[in-house]
Structures are given as structure tokens and as C-alpha cells.
């Protein structure tokens, strides 16, 4: 049974209940328990129409769970009264999930959880999983989402920025346990890109699909870093950078620049290059001004900084770090990288080892504390 | 089963014997303690020994509560000669003979030259909750 198809009918099941007059939590609480009722049956019994399944199993679930409800014959009630509207365009139902699980009065943690829920159609054990939490962490922070967003109407137009805010969160996270997170914010972005047109959206899965691209080549086998200009590049998948390069120019190509197309532009352009040597640092540096322009996010600059070092020589990308904040993240690393192209490498290892001491993770800090050691390594005066 | 608690410091154990920071280290002697550091965890993993492990960044602060209404009183970064905790591993291991067995191999990770660091690591069994059976 195909786990990734069963979950991609979440959202439209679970839009058809609420439109029959579901509450959305209740209705939610169904949806899952059909899920998990299909992947227990339909291996010994495939079902001919398996969307229709997950609805009826859904909602007989909805009803069990409300039976002893006093609201029980207002809810039959509905049914009886309305048109069951199963062919109302799945689409929009899906739409107003991912804007509902993206409520701007969820926090970013609870909005990520309930979105992988809702619309992923992933259990709590699987999200829990993923975070590194207990489940009945996950659970209560499923269900206080919940509750937040009990009194937000359906059919409220919401903010596609902070759906694309969730799902770049999801993405960023990388993996860990049995989903695979990345793989799952973009197939969560592939399916808001179906349901909206919004050149964000666009450019948002393009670059996740040109980031994902590189991940084969991004660590090597023992889990350590690969920085870019030393990945092999014959790894990188090809497949993805083709179909994130068209999506992006045809988001380009509508004249509505936003920050996801631009770096998403910077992504292609380092895709666009053979081997390290020929990347088009020229046209990257041009592309972290227009992001600067877009978004007052200072670790742009930064970026901006390294690409000025490989455009105009290490010294302009020193004067262009020397007006940023020094207290700025992986600033420390940015000097030290700039200090060795300048060839100082002295500085360098000292900052370098700097650089990891402030590192955010086990992973950049033992990359950086290489770095230092190869310097000091191949210092005569050591 | 009983769980204990492996410490890792950054500064308070008694210095390790193969005392040298790990950015005077050759590169290939950092990658051999990477893996060997992995290698461990995974093999705790199978024996089925194997509860949890985290690093923590170097940076920090200490905190407390200054009365109804106000906000709490930091005090950090930490000073120079405050004993830092740098990471830990929990296991759940039969016997105490265990998990010092355990705690020496962890100390025995290659550092520079290859050599061993034998570096101190703090082994701390967990309070347990009350048996059932007291006769």
C-alpha cells in the first residue's frame, strides 16, 4: 500500500467532514482514526474507490465519537438536512487547511504540527518522532492547536506567507526518525502549489526541490559536513534541479519577485555551475541585493558578504562583513573562511576554532574544528 | 536494569591524560573520534543499553526567580571556573561493573596522536523509583 497516497487524501477527507458540519477538532480526531484503520485493512483489502472509504470510515468515526454528545441529533440532523457536497472541488478544502493550520494566532511549533497532522496526515508518534519529543508532548501540543483555531471560520481567506513560513520550517528541519521531513514539506509544497497560484509558492518548491537536490552529496559517509564547493557534484540529482529551474522561471517570468524566488535564483545559479570554479558569483551578489531589498534579514547580508569574497576577492568580502553585526550567527565562521581565502591563516584558525566553539550544532561544530585543525596542521610555526 | 548518567565536561573533571583541544589535533584524528564516538552510541543501540545522549553549546547562563511581578535575574555567561557540562549519554545497563566498563571505553575515543584522551567522565546512577516488593 502506498502510505505517501493514502495521506495525500487527508486534507480533502477531512475538508468534506467539516463542510458537513463537523467541528474541525473532532473531525481531525476522525480522519486520523480512518487513517490508521487503512493502513490496518487495505493491505488484505484494497478498497475500489479509496477516498470514499476514508469518508465513510471517517465520519462513522465522527459519530461514534459524538453519539453521546447532546449535540448528537443536531449533527444527524445536518447530515439529513444538507447535500452531502462530496464533489465540491476538493482543492479549495485543501487550501483552507493548510491557511487553518497556519493560523497566525498558532505558535510555530503547534502551526508545524498541526499542518504535518491535518494536512500531512501523519500520526502524533510520527511527528513526535521527528522532533525528538515524547508523543504525549506532540499530543497536547496537537490538541491546544486544536482548540486555538476552534473558533477560526473555515471559510476565512487566510495568508499563503504564513503557510510558506510553516512549510520552509518543516523543510529546515531536515530528518530524523522514519519520515522523512524535507520529502515531506515538498510534497506538502507540491500540493499548496496545486491548489493556489502564488509565484511564493513557486518559488518556495523550487527551492526545496534545487536544495534537496544536493543532499546526497551535502555529508559524507562518515556524517560530516560537505561544504559546497567541495561536494561531487555528479551526486546531485539532476532530475529535481530540471523541475525546480522550470518552476522557478515560470514564477520569474511573472514579474512578482518575492524572497522565496530569489533564493530560490541563488540556488539555481550554484546549480547552474559544473564544478565550484565556475559559479556566477557575479549574478549571486546581485541576487543577495535584491534579497536584501526584499526581506531586512541580516543573515542575507552575511551570505551577501561570502559572495562578494568570491566575486571581488576576499578583501571586499571583509569590508562588506566589517558592517555587519559581529554577534550575528555563524559570523565568526563567515571571517574565518574569508580570512583564509585573504591568506591569512593564522587569523583563520583562530577564528575557525572560535567559530565552532559558538557553533549551533554537532555537526558545523566538528566541520569548523577541522577547518582549524587543517590550518594549524599545515602551520611551519606551530 | 538500573540507568546512570555518563557526564562529559567541558572544564571541572580532573585534565585528561592526552589533554590537547581537539583544533591542534590532525584532521584525521578528529574524523577517527568522530566515528569512534558513533560507533559507541550505535553499539549501546543494539546491546539494547542505550537511552539517550545530547550535546550542550558551551555558552549558558544561571537564572532565578526575583519576586511576584518582576522578571527573573540572569547571571552569565557562565565564569571561567565554574565546572561546564558539555554533554551526557544515559544508559540502562544489569550492574554498576557495567556501566564503569561502559564509561571506560568511552574514555578510551582517540584523541591526538591516535592516542586515547582517557579523559575523566563523571558516572552518576539515577535515583530509582521504589520496588514494589519490600519484604
Known amino acids: 500500500m502506498d502510505e505517501v497516497l493514502l495521506r495525500s487524501l487527508t486534507p480533502s477527507v477531512l475538508g468534506i467532514l467539516v463542510r458537513r458540519g463537523a467541528d474541525f477538532a473532532a473531525a481531525e480526531d476522525a480522519v486520523q482514526d480512518a487513517l490508521v484503520e487503512a493502513v490496518r485493512v ?273 578583501r571586499s568580502g571583509l569590508a562588506a562583513l566589517a558592517t555587519l553585526d559581529a554577534s550575528l550567527p555563524r559570523y565568526t565562521a563567515v571571517a574565518a573562511y574569508l580570512h583564509e581565502r585573504d591568506g591569512d591563516l593564522a587569523t583563520a584558525a583562530r577564528l575557525y576554532a572560535e567559530a565552532a566553539h559558538h557553533a549551533p550544532n554537532l555537526a558545523e561544530r566538528d566541520h569548523l574544528t577541522r577547518q582549524a585543525a587543517r590550518l594549524n596542521a599545515g602551520r611551519p610555526d606551530r | 536494569m538500573a540507568k546512570y548518567l555518563l557526564l562529559k565536561h567541558y572544564r571541572g573533571a580532573p585534565a585528561a591524560v592526552n589533554d590537547v583541544p581537539m583544533d591542534q589535533w590532525a584532521p584525521d584524528e578528529i574524523t577517527a573520534h568522530v566515528q569512534y564516538m558513533r560507533d559507541f552510541a550505535d553499539r549501546l543501540e543494539e546491546t539494547g543499553e542505550f537511552v539517550d545522549g545530547q550535546a550542550l553549546a558551551p555558552d549558558g547562563m544561571f537564572v532565578r526567580y526575583d519576586g511576584e511581578g518582576r522578571p527573573p535575574i540572569t547571571d552569565g555567561p557562565f565564569a571561567e571556573t565554574k565546572d561546564l557540562i558539555a554533554g551526557w549519554m544515559v544508559i540502562d545497563v544489569d550492574s554498576h561493573e557495567r556501566a564503569v566498563e561502559l564509561a571506560g571505553e568511552l574514555s578510551a575515543a582517540p584523541g591526538a596522536g591516535g592516542r586515547p584522551i582517557h579523559e575523566w567522565l563523571e558516572l552518576r546512577p539515577f535515583l530509582t523509583e521504589p520496588p514494589t516488593i519490600t519484604e
Open chain 1, 42 to 314: 487495505w493491505p488484505a483489502e484494497p478498497p475500489r474507490d479509496p477516498k470514499g472509504w476514508l469518508i465513510t470510515v471517517a465520519w462513522r468515526r465522527f459519530l461514534d465519537a459524538t453519539r453521546a454528545d447532546t449535540a448528537r441529533r443536531r449533527r444527524e440532523d445536518l447530515v439529513d438536512e444538507q447535500p452531502v457536497p462530496e464533489s465540491a472541488p476538493g482543492v479549495d478544502d485543501t487550501l483552507q487547511l493548510y491557511f487553518l493550520c497556519a493560523h497566525p494566532s498558532l505558535t510555530p511549533s503547534s502551526a508545524v504540527a498541526l499542518t504535518l497532522r491535518a494536512v500531512g496526515g501523519l500520526t502524533t508518534r510520527q511527528i513526535a518522532q521527528a522532533y525528538l519529543v515524547p508523543e504525549a508532548t506532540m499530543g497536547q501540543r496537537i490538541s491546544r492547536a486544536k482548540r486555538t483555531v476552534s473558533e477560526v471560520r473555515f471559510d476565512q481567506p487566510g495568508d499563503v506567507a504564513t503557510v510558506l513560513r510553516v512549510l520552509y520550517l518543516v523543510f529546515n528541519e531536515g530528518y530524523s526518525g522514519d519520515v522523512d521531513l524535507s520529502a515531506e514539506a515538498i510534497r506538502l509544497t507540491r500540493q499548496l502549489a496545486a491548489s493556489i497560484d502564488h509565484p511564493e509558492v513557486s518559488g518556495l518548491l523550487a527551492l526545496m526541490l534545487l536544495t534537496h537536490a544536493r543532499r546526497a552529496a551535502r555529508t559524507a559517509p562518515d556524517g560530516s559536513l560537505v561544504p559546497l564547493a567541495e561536494q561531487d557534484r555528479s551526486r546531485w540529482n539532476t532530475e529535481s534541479i530540471a523541475e525546480g529551474v522550470e518552476i522557478l522561471q515560470a514564477a520569474l517570468a511573472r514579474d512578482r519577485l518575492g524572497e522565496f524566488q530569489a533564493q530560490a535564483a541563488i540556488a539555481a545559479l550554484h546549480a547552474d555551475a559544473a564544478t565550484a570554479e565556475e559559479t556566477d558569483w557575479v549574478q549571486i551578489v546581485e541576487w543577495y541585493d535584491e534579497l536584501a531589498r526584499l526581506t531586512d534579514n541580516p543573515v542575507v547580508r552575511l551570505n551577501r558578504a561570502v559572495a562578494v569574497g568570491e566575486a571581488d576577492g576576499a
